[in-house]
Structures are given as structure tokens and as C-alpha cells.
């Protein structure tokens, strides 16, 4: 199996030209989309969709991750196993979480059908062949390194005396924090302004109390702040990256 995850959205042909490079060489290979709805150069928010989501795929699946501002650049393409998976990405911090893994870097691989190489579409004409080469275990494309970009690294919180920030918004208007579930009914926070206090198990319980904004424990270990039936995002005027100020109950 292959996972696709990217920046690209898709109003344009450019998902559909991965997964032709793929397909050309290995055509029996199953391909998921996991998101192309990543923030535009966003690498922070790439790897919360990796790090978050990589679990619950089966062991061996491949993920091809292209959030790449630096495409055509000297940074490295890259190969990672970590925790019996493997991702293939540009060496941007992308793949910051796997700092306990194992390296290799990509060698001599080009489009198969074209034989070249865009200097700004790798994600065509290296990643997506990278994948379907490592599906077939095609080793020659492939030398191990030493080390890989960690300078992006996304830092659970867990206790009182850090700061939060928002990681992700979904399409509902959740807000997805890097504070941990544990921290559940222990913290009261300021986000954008506005003091968020209340807590509930569920939407549902959130709507019976009454309250506008809620903080729930996330299906990622994470809290979340939301709101019932509408966006708390909206509610409260946040962006992604936007630092979340924790105080004690």
C-alpha cells in the first residue's frame, strides 16, 4: 500500500500524475490518499498528519509525503523506516518525527515514462517513482545515510507550565491542539483572546450544558476546542500555528 499526502489540493492534474508514475511501474500497488489539504508549504502541519495518522495504517505501508517549498533546491529526497513503516519526503523537518529511525537517501530516479526530472514537480518525477521502486524493493535507488532533517519537530504538551499551539483545523471547525488528552479537566486556556474553561466527554454533552465553546478530549490524544454544530475556529477568529496560553483550573 501506498499513502499519498501533499499540499497540492485538487483543482489541478498533479495527484493524478503521481499516481500515474506510480501505477506505470507497479500497477497491482493499492494507493490511498491521505490528505492533499496541507496548508501551502506548511511542513509543521504535514508532519501532524503523518505523525497523528501513520499508526493506523499496516505495518510495510509506504508514505509518500510532498510538502515541499524547497523543490529544485539542494535538499535531499529522502527514505525513512520508522515504527515498521516507511515515508518517502523531501529532508525539509518534514519527517522530523522519526528522528529514531533508519535513513536513505533517493538516487538516480526519474519519471518512467518521461526520464526526466521537473525541477519543480519531484513529487512526480522522484517521490511517487520512489514509492513504487521501494513497493517492489528495488534497492539500487536507495543508500543509507547517517541523519535526517529534525529541526521540525511538533512537542506534545503535557504539563501546565508550557504553551500550546493550534495544529490543525478540520473542515468542521475543530481545533486541534498539541496538548495532550492527559491534561483533560486540569487546564482552563486563552486562545486568540478568549478564555476557553468548559469541558465535556462529547459534542453531544457540550450542546446539553449549554456551552458555546468546549474543550473534548481529540481522537488523537490531543484536545481539541470546539463547538456544537458550528466552527469554534470562526468563533474564535484562530489560524493554524497560533499560540494557545495554558492556566490551571
Not at 466527554?201 to 470546539?226: H, P, Q
Request: net charge negative; with cysteine.
Amino acid at each position: 500500500m501506498i499513502v499519498l499526502l501533499t499540499d497540492f489540493g485538487l483543482k489541478d492534474e498533479y495527484i493524478a500524475e503521481m499516481k500515474a508514475a506510480i501505477k506505470y511501474i507497479e500497477p497491482s500497488v493499492e494507493i490511498i490518499d491521505l490528505t492533499h489539504f496541507v496548508e501551502f508549504g506548511n511542513i509543521k502541519q504535514g508532519q501532524f498528519f503523518l505523525k497523528y495518522s501513520y499508526k493506523f495504517f499496516p505495518k510495510n505501508t509506504i508514505f509518500v509525503a510532498v510538502v515541499d517549498p524547497g523543490v529544485g533546491s539542494e535538499r535531499r529526497e529522502i527514505v525513512v523506516k520508522f515504527e515498521d513503516r516507511w515515508f518517502i519526503a523531501p529532508d525539509n523537518g518534514l519527517l522530523g518525527f522519526a528522528e529514531n529511525g533508519k535513513f536513505f537517501k533517493i538516487k538516480n530516479v526519474k519519471n518512467p515514462i518521461t526520464k526526466e526530472v521537473s525541477s519543480t514537480f519531484h513529487g512526480r518525477d522522484i517521490f511517487a517513482p520512489a514509492g513504487a521502486y521501494l513497493y517492489q524493493g528495488r534497492w539500487e535507488f536507495f543508500e543509507q545515510i547517517e541523519s535526517i532533517d529534525t529541526s521540525i519537530k511538533i512537542e506534545e504538551v503535557n504539563t501546565l507550565s508550557e504553551r500550546g499551539e493550534i495544529l490543525h483545523i478540520d473542515k468542521f471547525g475543530n481545533i486541534i491542539t498539541n496538548i495532550s488528552n492527559s491534561l483533560f479537566g486540569k487546564i482552563k486556556v486563552d486562545i486568540g483572546g478568549t478564555l476557553v474553561e468548559n469541558f465535556a466527554e462529547c459534542f453531544e454533552e457540550g450542546k446539553i450544558k449549554g456551552y458555546t465553546v468546549f474543550i473534548t478530549k481529540g481522537s488523537k490524544g490531543l484536545l481539541e476546542i470546539v463547538s456544537y454544530g458550528k466552527s469554534a475556529a470562526e468563533k474564535l477568529n484562530v489560524s493554524i500555528g497560533q499560540e494557545i496560553k495554558i492556566m490551571e483550573v
